[in-house]
């Protein structure tokens, strides 16, 4: 019996210690759990954005395939002569050739 009353008594402060230890380490995984789940947000939102860039990047491609196959010469004589156009074919002797406009006269200033 008397063991007991000899022995060392914990000290309050100690256990004090330990809650605020247990605070700290629960706070800051509750920290680190939210600044993940913002991380994964961002993520998130950049792979969306990404996704959209690769969507537009094929729609572009495919305006680019359409507009390529418009402005072709064999399909638009086609298209042409299937609605009924009055144009006529031209003879490489016809075109004629326009350069760059020649510059104007420099007019000469005139003093008093």
Known sequence: MNRRRNEP???????ITLILAALVVVTGGVMHAVYK???VK???LIDQAETR??????KIRMIEVNMDKMLDRFEMKDRLYAAGSTLE??????IVVVGPPRPA???AAVRE
């Open 9 to 15: 008594k914990t000290h309050p402060s100690v256990f």
């Open 37 to 39: 789940n913002s991380q």
């Open 42 to 44: 961002t993520e998130r």
């Open 53 to 58: 860039i690769d969507q537009t990047r094929v």
């Open 89 to 94: 074919p031209i003879t490489p002797a016809d």
């Open 105 to 107: 006269p420099e007019v």
